[in-house]
């Protein structure tokens, strides 16, 4: 099977910088996506890590270990806008198309 | 921009209706998901398509099934609706067959069985 583990919710001030931290288990392994959900929104793709390292797209960054099978997302100079549930997900081994497996979702709070 | 739209955002039906979700998406995408959401268990694949007529069952697909008559077009059926059935309900779509293809999602439908 595969399973994706994440911290189900994070707390941080304006300014700060957070890190959701995603382990996986998987069979086989295609990369790691991360999607930003608002409250009562449609999750919204953030990045793609095929390769072990940092991508970084403004205030934030993805960073991926196949080694260590785990992955991060790095939130950046947190803007009350940056409140939103965060997924981890990879896709499925041996799949036509882009069929993920999501981990739980972190929800973050900013606060003020 | 990709446009996913989910006939309705909320919607209660009775124990034992048949109930049909739809899923509408306007860029010619190959592929169409349904998703569960659930607090804490993040988002569960019911069933995918990749091409029109073609159907896979994803990790939970007892008591769903799917059509997909029409490229643009995706449904999901509750053959006889039941209360564990109450949660978001999300549609996604993606074009070809390349892992880092993102998924476009719909606003989701709420459904509440009682």
């Known amino acids: 099977g595969q399973s994706l583990e994440q911290p189900s919710e994070v707390t941080a001030v304006e300014g700060a910088i957070v890190q959701i931290n995603c382990t996986y288990q998987t069979s086989g392994f295609y990369g790691l996506s991360w999607y930003q959900q608002h409250d009562g929104g449609a999750p919204t793709f953030l990045s793609y890590n095929a390769l072990d390292g940092l991508e970084e797209t403004g205030r934030f960054s993805s960073f991926l270990s196949r080694s260590d099978s785990y992955g991060y997302l ?39 | 921009d ?90 996604a779509s993606s074009s070809g067959f390349s892992y880092n293809s993102p998924l476009h999602f719909g606003n989701g439908t709420r459904l509440t069985v009682t």
């Open chain 2, 2 to 91: 990709v446009k996913v739209t989910q006939s309705s955002r909320y919607l209660v039906k009775r124990t034992g209706e048949k109930v049909f979700l739809e899923c509408v998406q306007d860029m010619d995408h190959e592929n169409m998901f349904w998703y569960r959401q659930d607090p804490g268990l993040g988002l569960r694949l019911i069933y995918f398509s990749y091409d029109v007529k073609m159907k896979e069952k994803g990790d939970i697909p007892e008591g769903y099934s799917v059509s997909r008559e029409k490229k643009e077009r995706f449904s999901l059926i509750l053959e006889s609706a039941s209360t564990n059935q109450t949660s978001m309900y999300l549609c």
């Open chain 1, 74 to 112: 790095l939130l950046q100079e947190l803007q009350m806008k940056d409140s939103a549930s965060y997924f981890c997900a990879a896709p499925m081994i041996k799949a036509a198309g882009n069929k993920l497996t999501f981990g739980g979702g972190t929800r973050v709070l900013v606060k003020p």
